[in-house]
DNA sequence: TGTGTTTTGTAATAATCGATACAAAACTAC
DNA sequence: GTAGTTTTGTATCGATTATTACAAAACACA
């Protein structure tokens, strides 16, 4: 008994999430966010709450389909070498393909704002565990059929491997040259 | 035969690298900058031009330090090993010990602005080539002496290395974690 | 066909944004 | 001391910032 919104609110989301990752959120103005999301300010206020608060939505919303994806990929039937393979090569052609440029919906956010909002450095000290632990329990399975060597903490090498993941995602978003990026994969697998 | 400026300009300058580092450019306003400087708005525009070229002039002075310091480790006299782990502990250390956390001014700005700044995006790109060629002249070196394998390619492990030091940078901002960074190191230079 | 409820569009809020006009102040050179 | 030059402080510019008041519009239910 009520007037029905006009817009889908996921949609909306996704859009928020798409200006926040290409512009930062201090780069980006709500009049940039109303025009995107194609409604107007009163509507964004009701649903998302202000800015501050839809920003931290749609990160975790990025960080939901992140996940999604990772955990798809580390599940699969594969020999370890092959997922982790597969898993920072993705993250090289997607950001490649991506024509902003966009990078690192989670990196941009941390280099722009962790040290400055303990929220979002809360986020980010959450989806590193997180990371972390999937990375650790995909080299211990590894140890387990014999593809890594025993003897090496997978703790260790999980922290190694999540570097990697940040700094691929960084220097795609300037190289773009996908040979130089592919050639240092070896190198990253060489030391698991 | 003039009014002398009552301000040093380099030590502002140095001042306003510090403001735009922890807050980024977008996030830093004028007001920021004047209060930091200790100069009023009219004489930050006589003397570093507007917002924008205020930036780019403190980046390329950061990146200057950065060069030199650098410069300076790889031509030291120990084993190239010795080198590269002296820079990414260095990389780690300055970054925890930073009481505002504010990582690497160049990651920060390459994930704020890379994308929509073309200035910047070729500022980022020359530092890339930059710092990648000095890391495959250190490789090469190593490899004279026989402290790396002859058969590895240079510039592969460059970029290996490039990677690992700007996801160094990103994860040092909200890790606290000293063991967990270091015990990476000897994971990264495993593969050399 | 109303009645109640919520969204919508418009319009405006105070505050701050980057940038500058203008005149007083402070210095050097003569 | 005076003339010439540049910096300084103040005050302000129009534009944009995030956020909200208010009323018309649009629906569900009776």
Redesign the interface.
């Known amino acids: 008994m009520a007037r029905p919104k006009k817009f889908d609110e996921a949609a909306g989301l996704q859009k928020a999430m798409d200006v926040f990752w290409?512009?930062?959120?201090?780069?980006t103005s709500i009049s940039d966010l109303t025009t995107s999301m194609e409604i107007n300010a009163p509507s964004l206020y009701a649903t998302y709450g202000d800015k501050h608060k839809l920003f931290v939505t749609a990160l975790q919303a990025y960080l939901q389909s992140q996940y999604e994806w990772m955990r798809q990929a580390v599940s699969e039937q594969k020999p370890v070498r092959e997922i982790i393979r597969y898993l920072l090569a993705t993250l090289i052609d997607s950001t490649l393909e991506d024509p902003?440029?966009?990078?690192c919906f989670m990196?941009?956010t941390?280099?722009?704002m962790?040290?400055?909002d303990t929220q979002v450095?809360r986020i980010?000290?959450d989806n590193?565990n997180h990371i972390r632990s999937v990375l650790a329990e995909l080299i211990r399975k590894g140890q387990a059929s014999g593809e890594v060597a025993a003897d090496k903490?997978a703790?260790?090498?999980a922290?190694?491997l999540?570097?990697?993941?940040?700094?691929?995602r960084?220097?795609a978003?300037?190289?773009s040259d996908k040979k130089?990026?592919y050639?240092?994969l070896?190198?990253?697998l060489?030391?698991?």
């Open positions: 290409k512009k930062g959120y201090a780069g902003e440029r966009r990078g990196v941009n941390i280099t722009e962790a040290n400055q450095f980010a000290a590193e903490d703790d260790m090498l922290s190694f999540y570097i990697n993941f940040m700094g691929v960084v220097i978003a300037t190289n130089h990026l050639s240092a070896d190198a990253i060489s030391a698991i």
